[in-house]
């Protein structure tokens, strides 16, 4: 597929904040055109990965259950449903990072041999940002919740939904709120009762 490859020339920098910066970037397309776009980049960046999102379950009375989050989120002015997650630390390894996100925003405390499965780098939003996450798989089968260790700024409900009824339960869920649901979080209740929407 290396016929469909551009190359990016030069980043100019538009504007910083503390958190994020506007860039236009100068790249030549797969036909050797010019051309120019609007992106933007978080500052606070060390290695490969931006953040992370993770995807925690829970058995509790015989059931298994995804663990998920609620917050306000500024961009959107709603509450959004989302899989907890947050940004990677200065030069924290990943996986560390979900282990002590999920601890801040949900109490629940895990180590790396609670780790199932790990994702590539993902694109968060590529039309309009370089932003990326990792997906963590976590098992928190027989770990017990503790407090919350939320940041000031942080206002966070915890919340259960059945892994076996997980795309409904998510519906009713937002539709309780009235509120939002991450795309991430959404695709993924979608995919596990995709074959049911064929029938």
């Not at 931006?50 to 989120?73: F, S």
Request: charged share 30%; proline share 3%.
């Amino acid at each position: 597929m290396s016929h469909l490859r551009g190359s990016i020339k030069k980043i100019d920098e538009a504007l910083s904040l503390k958190w994020i910066k506007l860039n236009k970037i100068t790249y030549t397309d797969c036909k050797g055109n010019e051309r120019f776009w609007e992106s933007a980049s978080r500052t606070t960046k060390k290695g490969d990965t931006d953040g992370v999102d993770i995807l925690a379950t829970v058995r509790k009375d015989g059931k298994k259950y995804l663990i998920v989050v609620v917050q306000y989120r500024v961009p959107v002015d709603n509450l959004v449903i989302e899989f907890p997650a947050g940004l990677v630390d200065n030069d924290e390894n990943f996986v560390n990072s979900a282990i002590r996100e999920l601890k801040e925003e949900t109490g629940y405390r895990a180590s790396p041999n609670k780790v199932l499965l790990t994702s590539p780098i993902l694109p968060l939003e590529c039309g309009m940002s370089c932003a990326n996450a990792r997906m963590v798989v976590i098992d928190l089968e027989d770990t017990i919740c503790e407090e919350q260790e939320l940041e000031g700024s942080e206002n966070i409900d915890v919340f259960y939904l059945p892994m076996d009824n997980l795309y409904n339960e998510l519906e009713e869920l937002r539709k309780k709120l009235n509120c939002l649901v991450s795309i991430q979080l959404y695709t993924f209740a979608m995919g596990l009762n995709f074959n049911s929407f064929l029938k």
